[in-house]
């Protein structure tokens, strides 16, 4: 079936370094992935989105790369702060699909 | 600008009782889209209304429900609840006409537990 997955479900890094966090999907027919981040008692928040005629998009401090050949998403984080410390969720939408798809989230530990 | 208000922010009930959860999406945001979050099974769609129509539905049993009313504001209803059923409920918006091709705006989320 339909499902996005994430590589590793735990982070730890240091403050100020970088942090990739990574994701999979498996619909080749995706063509719409976003991500967000989740912090305690709050709901996901949206971080950023990149469509399929892309294969990298920057925010404030966030990048996100696409590379459709292996399916394969990726959240990068400059300058990691403590405050960047939540579970992190990539989803995936187009397609086929009627509903955007969560993978299970990644938890960010920020060391300072 | 308001973000999408959800309540109650807990709520707890016993077995076999019905629940109904409250989302107000964000103004102007016509989309609102249900999720249930659980630690193991992640955010799994419920339910999506635009313009009071049903659009999408996720695999769920019947006793989940939901509307849309003409102010955009969204109900979801629980019925016969059981244990498993606890879990955060998020609703979210968006601007357009939903589906997958938009991003979601989430609220807090209402904390059921059952008991």
């Known amino acids: ?112 | 600008k308001a973000g999408v208000t959800q309540t109650p922010r807990y709520l707890i009930k016993t077995r076999g009782q019905q629940v109904t959860l409250s989302c107000s999406p964000i103004s102007g945001h016509r989309s609102v889209s249900w999720y249930q979050q659980t630690p193991g099974q992640g955010l799994q769609f419920l339910f999506e209304y635009f313009s009071e129509t049903q659009r999408n539905k996720g695999n769920f049993p019947g006793r989940f429900s939901g509307r849309q009313f003409s102010n955009s504001r969204s109900e979801m209803n629980v019925s016969t609840l059981e244990l498993g059923d606890s879990a955060l409920y998020l609703c979210a918006s968006s601007l357009g006409q939903g589906g997958s091709n938009e991003k979601l705006f989430f609220g807090s989320g209402t904390q059921l537990s059952v008991l």
């Open chain 1, 1 to 112: 079936g339909e499902s996005v997955g994430l590589h590793l479900p735990t982070l730890s890094v240091q403050e100020g370094d970088n942090s990739i966090i990574n994701c999979a999907y498996s619909n080749s027919a995706s063509d719409y992935f976003i991500w967000y981040k989740q912090e305690s008692g709050k709901g996901p928040q949206f971080i950023i989105d990149i469509r399929s005629n892309m294969d990298k998009r920057q925010g404030q401090r966030v990048t996100v790369l696409l590379n459709k050949t292996v399916k394969h998403l990726s959240l990068q984080i400059a300058a990691t702060q403590p405050g960047d410390s939540a579970v992190y969720f990539c989803a995936e939408g187009g397609g086929s699909q009627g509903n955007l798809i969560f993978g299970k989230g990644t938890k960010l530990s920020v060391k300072p």
